[in-house]
């Protein structure tokens, strides 16, 4: 569990704690009320996880590309990512008819409601 999760889970704890003094509730009452499990709210830790926990960051140390452990301070060097390389090239400008064609789908709806595609061919320059 992280040191985040556990300071809210202590907080809750807390606040359950002080409703149950102020109003006299049971724990599952209060624990509905803050909207925590009993369960969660008895829960006592039953080992302590320094010494393994000292090993993840050694290993994280030494292989930094297997984990990494925000709780432990821990961050690894980020590569910037590869992006493409493009040459800009101007238009060009078509002299003549038939030099270039452009070809594009259509879909449209016909007064029936059935749906229609069609295939569109332009000459580039006389656009026809």
Avoid at 7 to 21: D, H, I, N, P, S
Avoid at 32 to 47: C, D, E, I, K
Avoid at 106 to 126: E, H, N, P
């Amino acid at each position: 569990m992280c040191g985040r999760a556990r300071l809210e889970l202590a907080v809750l704890k807390a606040a359950v704690g002080q409703v149950r003094q102020e109003y006299a509730f049971s724990e599952r009452r209060a624990g509905l009320l803050m909207t925590m499990a009993v369960s969660s709210y008895r829960y006592r830790a039953r080992r302590c996880d320094q010494g393994p926990r000292a090993r993840l960051v050694e290993l994280a140390r030494e292989k930094p590309r297997f984990g990494v452990y925000r709780e432990a301070g821990l961050s690894i060097r980020r590569k910037k990512r590869k992006h493409c390389v493009r040459i800009g090239q101007p238009l060009r400008s078509w002299k003549a008819a038939n030099q270039e064609w452009l070809l594009d789908f259509v879909q449209d709806a016909i007064a029936c409601g059935r749906a229609i595609r069609v295939l569109s061919v332009v000459d580039a320059y006389t656009r026809e």
